[in-house]
């Protein structure tokens, strides 16, 4: 696969991949987790508010962001690279987290 770096000036590279429409934004690794961290952040905070619409966007946020950072770590690891053992730690709890309210 022959990607192609459409800009790459920033900490925000825009990649075209073949076959798509659209060109993707890259997300570092570490923005990445940081993003995870702010939505599970968010999601814990509004749970007092007992608002079930909100919880439930806020769910699927979480669990989006969650598997598109398990993929990362995954392909990371795979290709022999490593992550830090807290950002594992975190991932696995909000695993658990979104297991548990699974209908």
Do not use: C
Not at 26 to 40: C, K, P, R, T, Y
Not at 87 to 92: C, P, R, S, V
């Amino acid at each position: 696969m022959n990607a192609s770096i459409l800009d790459s000036t920033t900490n925000n590279a825009v990649v075209q991949l073949p076959r798509r429409a659209f060109p993707g934004s890259v997300v570092q690794g570490d923005s990445l987790f940081i993003l995870l961290h702010s939505a599970e952040e968010i999601s814990r905070m509004a749970r007092p508010h007992n608002d079930s619409e909100l919880e439930g966007s806020l769910d699927e946020l979480v669990e989006n962001l969650y598997w598109r950072f398990r993929h990362y770590t995954d392909v990371v690891v795979k290709n022999g690279g490593e992550i830090p053992e807290q950002w594992m730690e975190y991932a696995d709890a909000i695993e658990k987290r979104l297991a548990a309210t699974e209908p």
